[in-house]
T-cell receptor
C-alpha cells in the first residue's frame, strides 16, 4: 500500500559519530517531506523539510537527502550528541492532498 | 513566542463517556491538524482545518469523533462514547499556511486513557 516506511526501527551510534536515518516512500506523487524528532513524552519537533524539486537540504548539523528515483529519504546528523537520542519520523505529503503520512519511526540511541 | 498548547495533558475516562480535547494553535497559523499516536506507533491523521474552508475529515475513524475550530483559532476534538481502543496520545499541530507549504508545529499532546 501507499505508506512511508523506515528501514531500521532502532539505531545505536557512538557520541561524536555521524548518524544516518533512512526512510522509504512508495508514492511518486509525494512532493513534500519532513523529518521530525520526538522525545519521550513530547510532541514531534520539526527538524528539516525538503520539497520534491530538491535533492539535498542542509540545516544546523542535519542534512536531508532525497532520491526520487528510488523513493528514498535520509536524515544525516553530524557529530551526534546525547541530546539527539529520540525517535525520528519522516512524513510525506502527496500532491494536492492535505494530510501527511508518517512512518512508525526510528529510535536513535546515542552511546556516550 | 508561544507554541501550540493542548489541554488537558492527561485525561482518564470511563468507557462510554464523552471527552473534549482542546488545542490552541500558534497565533497567525491558518492551518490546524489533529493526529492520534498509539504507543510506539507513528502518527495517524485525523482531521485538517485550513482557514474558512471545509475541514478535511477523511481521517476520522468513526462518527464518534468530531472536531470544530472556532474563529479560525482554537480547536476542540470531541470523542463520544469512548472505547478502550481510543486510548492514545492526541496531538495537535498548526502551520502558517496550508499543507505542503510550510511545516507543522506540534503541541505536547493529550494522553487519553479509557478504562
Amino acid at each position: 500500500g501507499e505508506s512511508v516506511g523506515l528501514h531500521l526501527p532502532t539505531l545505536s551510534v557512538q557520541e561524536g559519530d555521524n548518524s544516518i536515518i533512512n526512510c522509504a516512500y512508495s508514492n511518486s506523487a509525494s512532493d513534500y517531506f519532513i523529518w521530525y524528532k520526538q522525545e519521550s513524552g513530547k510532541g514531534p519537533q520539526f527538524i528539516i523539510d525538503i520539497r520534491s524539486n530538491m535533492d539535498k537540504r542542509q540545516g544546523q548539523r542535519v542534512t536531508v537527502l532525497l532520491n526520487k528515483t528510488v523513493k528514498h529519504l535520509s536524515l544525516q546528523i553530524a557529530a551526534t550528541q546525547p541530546g539527539d537520542s529520540a525517535v525520528y519520523f519522516c512524513a510525506d505529503k502527496r500532491y494536492n492532498f492535505n494530510k501527511f503520512y508518517f512512518g512508525s519511526g526510528t529510535k536513535l540511541n546515542v552511546k556516550p | 513566542g508561544a507554541g501550540v498548547s493542548q489541554s488537558p495533558s492527561n485525561k482518564v475516562t470511563e468507557k462510554g463517556k464523552d471527552v473534549e480535547l482542546r488545542c490552541d494553535p500558534i497565533s497567525g497559523h491558518t492551518a490546524l491538524y489533529w493526529y492520534r499516536q498509539s504507543l510506539g506507533q507513528g502518527l495517524e491523521f485525523l482531521i485538517y482545518f485550513q482557514g474558512n474552508s471545509a475541514p478535511d475529515k477523511s481521517g476520522l475513524p468513526s462518527d464518534r469523533f468530531s472536531a470544530e475550530r472556532t474563529g479560525g483559532s482554537v480547536s476542540t476534538l470531541t470523542i463520544q462514547r469512548t472505547q478502550q481502543e481510543d486510548s492514545a496520545v492526541y496531538l495537535c499541530a498548526s502551520s502558517y499556511t496550508g499543507a505542503g507549504e510550510s511545516a507543522q508545529y506540534f503541541g505536547p499532546g493529550t494522553r487519553l486513557t479509557v478504562l
